[in-house]
């Protein structure tokens, strides 16, 4: 089987952080050459961009309302692996955190407890926050002030999102993975949970294909739709047109992505910007 991988930077991102999504697609592929499993790539993906303070997860990850840095990780393979944090804080990677979730009896941990399970297995303490996440932070408690934050309100029309990271590999012994990573979005109460560690909703694995979801969380769990995505692939549509499907189900006015592999290739589409990149190209 030909491997394949596709990452992305979250639905809102700038075209320019497309150098984060390569670097992140090329360290995936790395594992996948030397025989590794889709799970591992996606894995070492995400990795790649929690650590990029460009990107809304990990090192530079948005905060809640009251200032805390909360975020959701998860990861699903096709032989139905699943492990996810939700709500975690001061860790640099989540995702290695859901990665432990899932080699425990649990498939999702959250809050307080996601953190001492972290602890308990040797995961430092790290503060994500940086100098831009306080000032997005600052802007938001702005808005909120002024009476400008019915964004939220106004089902989100016209805002810059940046959302969250997320990587889908095939690897050569056919397995498929899929992988995500978030700090939420702007005007978060403290332990909000997104879809991002939902199964069917922020993602999904299974025989047919992988697939990731980005966007605004509480749309993409009514919908379910990694699970949506991953049903119109098995259904014989392509991973690109599974993944436009997918986008039809939302009106323009709530940001939303999504990327896919199956056996033949990957997809994408996203209703906003969104910096993305797959390997092998085309
Ligand atoms: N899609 C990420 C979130 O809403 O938290």
Redesign the pocket.
């Known amino acids: 089987m030909r491997p394949l991988i596709a990452t992305h930077c979250?639905?809102g991102s700038d075209k320019k952080m497309r150098d984060v999504a390569e670097k992140s697609a090329a360290a995936g592929m790395k594992v996948l050459r030397r025989g590794g499993s889709a799970l591992d790539a996606v894995e070492e993906a995400i990795v790649v961009l929690e650590d990029d303070p460009r990107t809304n997860t990990g090192i530079g990850a948005r905060r809640r309302v009251d200032g805390t840095v909360q975020m959701?990780a998860a990861l699903m393979d096709s032989r139905m692996n699943i492990g996810g944090v939700a709500a975690i804080m001061n860790v640099r990677n989540p995702i290695r955190v859901a990665r432990l979730v899932m080699d425990s009896p649990h498939v999702l941990l959250a809050g307080d407890g996601a953190i001492l399970f972290a602890r308990q297995h040797g995961v430092p303490f790290f503060d994500p926050s940086n100098k831009e996440s306080e000032e997005k932070w600052r802007d938001a408690l702005a808005k909120i002030e002024s009476g400008d934050v019915p964004e939220w309100a106004a089902k989100w029309r016209g805002f810059r999102f940046r959302?969250?990271v997320g990587a889908v590999a095939l690897d050569k012994n056919g397995d498929f993975a899929a992988g995500?990573s978030?700090?939420?979005?702007p005007y978060?109460l403290p332990g909000?949970?997104?879809?991002?560690p939902i199964v069917g909703a922020?993602l999904y694995a299974g025989p047919r294909g992988a697939v990731i979801?980005?966007?605004?969380?509480?749309e993409?769990i009514r919908v379910v739709l990694s699970k949506a995505v991953y049903d119109h692939i098995e259904s014989k549509h392509t991973a690109m047109n599974a993944c436009i499907s997918g986008i039809k189900l939302f009106t323009d006015t709530v940001p939303v992505g999504v990327i896919a592999v199956d056996r033949k290739g990957w997809g994408e589409c996203c209703n906003r910007d969104m910096a993305w990149a797959a390997l092998p190209r085309r």
């Open positions: 979250g639905s959701d959302d969250t995500s978030t700090g939420g979005h978060m909000r949970v997104g879809d991002s922020g979801a980005t966007g605004v969380g509480e993409i």
